[in-house]
């Protein structure tokens, strides 16, 4: 299993930027997927964007062209860029690797996840 962490959260103003990291490590044949999603108090968990191991990205409707990712597969981090920031975008943020991993079953295709960092956007 795949363990991960998210760190950059933080308090920005609208209109701000933020920049997220995700680091995971483990013992895996390899990270293919990395989605990250976010979540609202009292609402479900919502995904928004995934790093494919190819260099493929895709963002939802709500932060595209505001979020960028880009990631580095020596350092095994995917770094989430927020800008214009909204306080629509006020959440926790989740990184979720989907790792092709070794099981007593065979290899297997499991997702991990983070705590989350906090990000908030206020004035």
Known sequence: QVQVVE???GLVRPGGSLRLTCKYSGNVFAVYDVNWYRQIPGREREWFAT????????LGDSVRGRFLLSRDH???????E???L??????IYYCNPQALSPTNSGPKMIGSWGQGTQVTVSS
Do not use: C, Q, R, Y
Request: net charge negative; hydrophobic share 20%; proline share 4%.
């Open 7 to 9: 760190f950059g959260g």
């Open 51 to 58: 790093s494919s191991i190819n260099g493929d990205t895709k």
């Open 74 to 80: 020596t350092k095994n981090t995917v770094d989430l």
């Open 82 to 84: 927020m800008h214009n």
């Open 86 to 91: 909204k306080p629509e975008d006020t959440a």
